[in-house]
């Protein structure tokens, strides 16, 4: 399937448009069209080289037929179609050459179908019947009432569950909003955003970051890694020797076309590439700041939220304490951390080993496996993002504490040696 994502759009074009190499497949093609309501005069001859040259200056069709006789490596063209096929068209290819090779080759590049020659009308006829079904499938009717809604989750410091949240977020946009939801991973190096859901993360992040100016619908429909009906990853484990070298294009174009293809996106956005490429959060909605309540992490949890003053007014903060035991002492209490930020911690997401256990052995969200009280605040968050993304005007004003005693005042935070810490 090509494109699948991307039909919102496909009643604005052509419904068919063909380009063959000779007058028997044509014969064939035209008589098949009028069937379908499709004019006959979009039959073209010229075959692969004729269909690029004339896509490259006009809007492509919901479904393009094109035939690859003449072709002498109709993988390499097949790319060079792609060059300039807007996303969305679903391409059904013809050829003479019989090799499963080829065939898989040209699925993986995000052929919808190979036809070898010689075809028959009824093969013809059900391909296009399956194109069709994918035009007015389930994921072509992006709603009115579904505005695009994108959320990027940023962790304070390594290890205070960042990734866990944005894993079980993406999963409960999917699940339980109802809406197609991307999940972008942009720990390149050692992101979990395809482990956590037992998935193999392959290169489509990585090619991205390599070549961002191929990145377009037909990209990502080939990148993704579908976790479900509506939840698809972009992840990496791109090798550690091999540093990243990148100006942030990709990164922008990645997330301008799943705003096109997905109705909800959630980027697991660690916090050196928040300050690398501040762009990244120029469109999301929400920020979502996970913490924990440490010195450290209070810490930078002050920076974060100067920082996101500073580059990102317009969007929404909601702070996040996680990993909080129910009756442990804490390093930093929650009212002395919230004093501290200057403002409240809007969720609290306790401390459950065996939830994460079991999330982890089964290679689910743990919002997906959680009970009692860890789901309470899962639902919170969702709801929290789909609000504050609906919400209209200016975000709300974060005051943050001044940084010349910020030392001598999280250093005072720290509990006496019999005092107890608040919860």
Not at 355 to 364: E, P, T
Request: hydrophobic share 45%.
């Amino acid at each position: 399937m090509m494109n699948a994502p991307f039909q919102a759009r496909a009643g604005l074009r052509d419904p068919f448009t063909a380009f063959v190499c000779d007058d028997a497949t044509a014969d064939m093609l035209r008589p098949v069209a009028v069937e379908h309501g499709w004019s006959p005069e979009k039959v073209n001859k010229g075959g692969l080289r004729n269909a690029v040259q004339s896509l490259s200056v006009s809007a492509s069709p919901n479904i393009l037929f094109v035939d690859l006789s003449e072709s002498a490596d109709p993988l390499n063209d097949i790319n060079a179609l792609a060059e300039v096929c807007e996303p969305g068209t679903i391409v059904i290819a013809s050829g003479a050459v019989n090799d499963v090779r080829l065939y898989r080759d040209l699925v993986a590049s995000g052929i919808h179908d190979y036809l070898l020659k010689p075809f028959t009308v009824d093969q013809l006829r059900d391909t296009f019947a399956h194109a069709q079904t994918i035009l007015s499938g389930p994921r072509g009717e992006v709603q009115a009432d579904k505005p695009h809604v994108m959320a990027a989750v940023i962790g304070v410091r390594g290890g205070v569950g960042a990734s866990t949240i944005a894993t079980s977020l993406a999963w409960l946009l999917g699940e339980k909003a109802r809406r197609t939801t991307a999940l972008l991973d942009l720990d390149v190096h050692f992101g979990t955003g395809a482990l956590a859901l037992d998935l193999e993360p392959g290169r489509g992040l990585t090619d991205a970051i390599e070549n961002p100016s191929r990145i377009d619908g037909l990209f990502i429909e080939r990148a993704m890694v579908r976790a479900n009906e509506r939840l698809s990853v972009l992840s990496a484990e791109a090798p550690i020797n091999q540093p990243m070298v990148t100006d942030g294009t990709a990164f922008f174009q990645l997330q301008e076309e799943m705003r096109n293809a997905f109705e909800s996106t959630v980027l697991d956005l660690p916090r050196h590439m928040l300050i690398q490429y501040p762009h990244l959060v120029h469109d999301a909605h929400v920020a979502v700041v996970v913490a924990e309540l440490t010195l450290a992490a209070t810490r930078d949890t002050i920076r974060i939220l100067a920082w996101l003053k500073s580059n990102a007014p317009q969007t929404k903060v909601v702070v996040v304490a996680n990993g909080i035991p129910s009756g442990g002492a804490l390093e930093i209490s929650r009212k002395d951390f919230e004093q501290s930020i200057e403002r409240p911690v809007d969720i609290v997401f306790p401390f459950d080993s065996k939830i994460a256990a079991q999330a982890a052995k089964l290679g689910k969200p743990m919002a997906e496996v959680a009970g009692g009280k860890i789901t309470t605040p899962f639902n919170t968050l969702s709801n929290m993002v789909l609000s504050n993304a609906s919400d209209e005007g200016a975000a709300p004003e974060t005051k943050i504490a001044g940084a010349k005693s910020l030392v001598d005042n999280l250093k005072s935070m720290l509990p006496k040696s019999k005092d107890k810490a608040a919860a």
